[in-house]
């Protein structure tokens, strides 16, 4: 016979990245994070739910700036203005010793942490608001911070746990857990069904098989809470979801352009959650531009979009300084960015050395010089000049290479002089 619970209702989220660039723009000093706080925030204030989730990822980096920190603070003050309580985890990219800094001060004002794993996973059991429910009304969450197998088996003094899974399934089967009650894990990992990954991309692309984690370790949690994908998605079966980044972080998350926090609302032990996504509008959408240059500049020339990122790829031609120019400023006059400018243009001579660069991308050696110098220069894109002096050397090299009579070697002049020129233009520069 199944209980009858009030509905606990509470916000997931996850992979916040505060303090995050994109190609070499701050989020926060561009505005972007802080207009989605805010927006996250008013929603947080309009449904006051029983609890926030935070799945891991609060900061972009273990070492977050003083800004990035201070929109976290300012977040946390409003939610404990609003008597919201807050759970949350490190995730790969925190520090969970900075995260979990004065835990057990900011405890009483219910925000609760789980930073370092730890033989006993924090856990909170959360009430009903109207202080009735005891017992089968309350839901317990258990916080288990990113899982590495060493610091597992070195906790648990088991020298048998050596991948993901073990550890977390063993760290799970030492706590002392009550399924006949309503429970929600919170964690970061790389979760998946029968081995088989979803498709995603953006900045967490590279998991690639790292550390999976099969989706039935979690079986008898009423809702898994997870972070570390960055697409919004459930896992095996409905009640095991990834949030998904707030924001989109890479053109590639432009597969999931609608980002937002999941309302997430369990009701009597047994039944299904209910998982609604949420959707917070960003202050400077991502936007994908692909064509041939004249169709492109014809329907911009005409559009009125403002206030945008964007990606532009041409199809029909290279990308030549002039070109560059004018599209860039095309769109700073409508107050948009272009965060990168390319071409999967091919000429017939596709296979020979003036497309060949290492790793076998279809790219021309301008092209490589021109992404080498944004590696180097922070994403910022090279001068007129230095465009002429990367066709210059790309004659050059391509001369070489041509002499070349294996792929190796090929490589190796082009990696060479690629680092030469980089070296003499950046010396220039200083």
């Known amino acids: 016979m199944i209980e009858r619970s009030k509905p606990l209702k509470f916000l997931h989220l996850a992979d916040l990245h505060l303090g995050k660039s994109l190609y070499g723009v701050s989020l926060i000093d561009n505005k972007d994070q802080e207009t989605w706080m805010e927006r996250f925030l008013e929603k947080a204030a309009a449904l006051m739910p029983d609890a926030i989730v935070l799945s891991g990822d609060i900061y972009d980096r273990s070492s977050p700036s003083?800004?990035?920190?201070?929109?976290?603070?300012?977040?946390?003050?409003?939610?404990?203005?609003?008597?919201?309580?807050?759970?949350?985890?490190?995730?790969?990219?925190?520090?969970?010793?900075?995260?979990?800094?004065?835990?057990?001060?900011?405890?009483?004002?219910?925000?609760?942490?789980?930073?370092?794993?730890?033989?006993?996973?924090?856990?909170?059991?959360?009430?009903?608001?109207?202080?009735?429910?005891?017992?089968?009304?309350?839901?317990?969450?258990?916080?288990?911070?990113?899982?590495?197998?060493?610091?597992?088996?070195?906790?648990?003094?088991?020298?048998?746990?050596?991948?993901?899974?073990?550890?977390?399934?063993?760290?799970?089967?030492?706590?002392?857990?009550?399924?006949?009650?309503?429970?929600?894990?919170?964690?970061?990992?790389?979760?998946?069904?029968?081995?088989?990954?979803?498709?995603?991309?953006?900045?967490?692309?590279?998991?690639?098989?790292?550390?999976?984690?099969?989706?039935?370790?979690?079986?008898?949690?009423?809702?898994?809470?997870?972070?570390?994908?960055?697409?919004?998605?459930?896992?095996?079966?409905?009640?095991?979801?990834?949030?998904?980044?707030?924001?989109?972080?890479?053109?590639?998350?432009?597969?999931?352009?609608?980002?937002?926090p999941l309302l997430v609302e369990l009701g009597a032990k047994g039944t299904e959650a209910r998982i609604t996504p949420l959707f917070l509008a960003p202050l400077h959408p991502m936007r994908e531009i692909r064509g041939a240059y004249e169709e492109i500049k014809t329907a911009e020339e005409a559009g009125t979009s403002k206030g945008e990122y964007l990606r532009i790829v041409l199809t029909d031609r290279r990308v030549t300084p002039e070109i560059s120019a004018y599209l860039r400023e095309l769109f700073r006059q409508r107050d948009s960015i272009v965060m990168e400018l390319a071409s999967d243009y091919r000429e017939l001579s596709a296979m020979t050395a003036d497309a060949y660069v290492p790793g076998g991308e279809q790219k021309s050696i301008e092209e490589y010089f021109t992404e080498l110098y944004r590696e180097r220069k922070r994403q910022a894109e090279p001068e007129p000049k230095d465009l002429q002096l990367f066709r210059f050397a790309a004659d050059k090299v391509r001369d070489r290479m041509q002499e070349a009579d294996t792929t190796e070697k090929r490589e190796d002049a082009l990696q060479k002089d690629a680092e030469k020129l980089l070296d003499y233009i950046l010396a220039q520069e200083a």
């Open 66 to 260: 003083g800004d990035a920190v201070a929109l976290f603070d300012d977040m946390l003050t409003r939610l404990a203005k609003l008597e919201i309580p807050v759970l949350m985890v490190a995730g790969n990219h925190d520090s969970g010793q900075r995260l979990a800094f004065a835990g057990e001060i900011l405890a009483k004002q219910n925000v609760y942490i789980g930073g370092m794993p730890t033989e006993e996973i924090c856990h909170v059991a959360l009430p009903e608001k109207d202080g009735s429910g005891v017992g089968a009304d309350e839901v317990t969450f258990w916080l288990m911070p990113y899982v590495f197998p060493a610091a597992i088996a070195q906790k648990l003094g088991d020298d048998s746990i050596k991948d993901y899974e073990t550890a977390v399934k063993t760290l799970l089967e030492r706590q002392d857990i009550d399924f006949s009650k309503r429970n929600v894990l919170v964690c970061h990992q790389n979760v998946t069904a029968g081995g088989k990954e979803a498709e995603r991309g953006g900045s967490e692309s590279m998991v690639g098989g790292v550390g999976q984690i099969d989706y039935q370790v979690f079986d008898g949690f009423d809702y898994v809470a997870l972070g570390h994908i960055h697409s919004s998605y459930p896992v095996g079966r409905p009640e095991v979801r990834y949030a998904g980044t707030p924001l989109c972080y890479h053109f590639d998350e432009l597969k999931q352009p609608r980002k937002g």
